[in-house]
């Protein structure tokens, strides 16, 4: 779940990248999970990220601002 400064809650699904290059080390749970968000982005330890851009438009909106 995601949660937007616009009030906004959406969900991204990451599994279409988990086959994807250097994106397939997603799979290991333990490195998954370790990513803080820096500045709107998702930033693993290896140096993978996910921007805000890429966060917010791909995801499925569950809640819109009231």
């Known amino acids: 779940m995601l949660w937007f400064d616009n009030e906004e809650q959406k969900i ?3 599994k279409p990248y988990l086959n994807k ?3 397939s080390q997603l ?3 333990s490195l998954c999970t370790s990513a ?3 500045a709107g982005s998702v930033e693993w330890p290896n140096g993978l ?5 890429t966060l ?7 809640k819109k601002p009231d």
Do not use: C, H, M, R
Request: glycine content about 4%; overall charge negative; proline content about 4%.
């Open 12 to 14: 991204f699904d990451l």
């Open 21 to 23: 290059g250097i994106f």
């Open 27 to 29: 799979k290991n749970v």
């Open 36 to 38: 803080p968000v820096v």
């Open 49 to 53: 990220d996910l921007s805000y851009d």
């Open 56 to 62: 917010y438009l791909e995801s499925i909106t569950i």
